[in-house]
T-cell receptor, first 111, second 116 residues
Framework: QKEVEQDPGPLSVPEGAIVSLNCTYSNSAFQYFMWYRQYSRKGPELLMYTYSSGNKEDGRFTAQVDKSSKYISLFIRDSQPSDSATYLCAIPPSRGGKLIFGQGTELSVKP | KAGVTQTPRYLIKTRGQQVTLSCSPI?????VSWYQQTPGQGLQFLFE???????NKGNFPGRFSGRQFSNSRSEMNVSTLELGDSALYLC???????????????FGSGTQLSVL
């Protein structure tokens, strides 16, 4: 079993739709959770990070963590064509620069 | 502020050769991490350097190595290249405060390596 699992999609939605992206993880000791966005031919960029359970909102983006279910989500409201990218969940298993990434979900928002 | 710079952008090598990739971190960042990205395996951690010392290592064979210089610039080397080494190699830098578990990584655009 992989430590972090993510449905690779692809996911195609019309402009303005609400998008839900999800990951599950196996280790209940994980405490920090991140979402990265990667555009084609670019490196990933940090979108949001959360600590422990709960929600965190940033504009049209909401990150949600349910530690009891070991489930993390990223919601995108009023999706735009510019949101078309691959979204990766990531978890640091310990201090430092090591991250465990999900497989990434490829999102396409159609005008 | 300049971002993470990786060179070269593209590289074509043949099996058995070796390759060196370069990464210049964001000014002031002391930690550099390397990742391999493939369609099948996704993003996988290779290693991390902090203050010229390897601080963390992923599950890759010894053919993959790296180093960090006193100015925080880093290089990674892959020897005896195999077809399966074809991938996007990404470098990420962070402040490297060490005690934080939520280090924000800033990625470069990567080096696309093709092994023929």
């Amino acid at each position: 079993q992989k430590e972090v699992e993510q449905d690779p999609g692809p996911l195609s939605v019309p402009e303005g739709a609400i998008v839900s992206l999800n990951c599950t993880y196996s280790n209940s000791a994980f405490q920090y959770f991140m979402w990265y966005r990667q555009y084609s031919r670019k490196g990933p960029e940090l979108l949001m990070y959360t600590y422990s359970s709960g929600n965190k909102e940033d504009g049209r983006f909401t990150a949600q963590v349910d530690k009891s279910s070991k489930y993390i989500s990223l919601f995108i409201r009023d999706s735009q064509p510019s949101d078309s990218a691959t979204y990766l969940c990531a978890i640091p298993p310990s201090r430092g620069g090591k991250l465990i990434f999900g497989q990434g979900t490829e999102l396409s928002v159609k005008p | 502020k300049a971002g993470v710079t990786q060179t070269p952008r593209y590289l074509i090598k043949t099996r058995g050769q070796q390759v060196t990739l370069s990464c210049s971190p964001i000014s002031g960042h002391r930690s550099v991490s390397w990742y391999q990205q493939t369609p099948g395996q996704g993003l996988q951690f290779l290693f991390e350097y902090f203050s010229e010392t390897q601080r963390n290592k992923g599950n890759f064979p010894g053919r993959f190595s790296g180093r960090q210089f006193s100015n925080s610039r880093s290089e990674m080397n892959v020897s005896t290249l195999e077809l399966g080494d074809s991938a996007l190699y990404l470098c990420a830098s962070s402040l490297g405060r060490g005690a934080d578990t939520n280090e924000k990584l800033f990625f470069g655009s990567g080096t696309q390596l093709s092994v023929l």
